[in-house]
């Protein structure tokens, strides 16, 4: 049980460092760069792509 919820949440950290890795490549050539670290990996992993999309709003509305 506890193995299991374990590895649910490895893959979804794993899958949030894949996604904002994926989108820093596919716009490095528009100069959009968003920073892989533990809260950026952390609000991607709990609230997925639109957590991702919101972190890339707020850092480029401020």
Do not use: D, E, R
């Amino acid at each position: 049980m506890m193995k299991n919820k374990l590895g649910t949440i490895l893959k979804k950290i794993v899958f949030a460092f894949g996604i904002i890795y994926g989108i820093n490549i596919m716009l490095k050539s528009v100069g959009i760069y968003m920073p892989i670290n533990l809260a950026t990996i952390g609000i991607t992993s709990i609230l997925g792509v639109p957590g991702l999309l919101s972190l890339f709003a707020i850092l480029y509305m401020l």
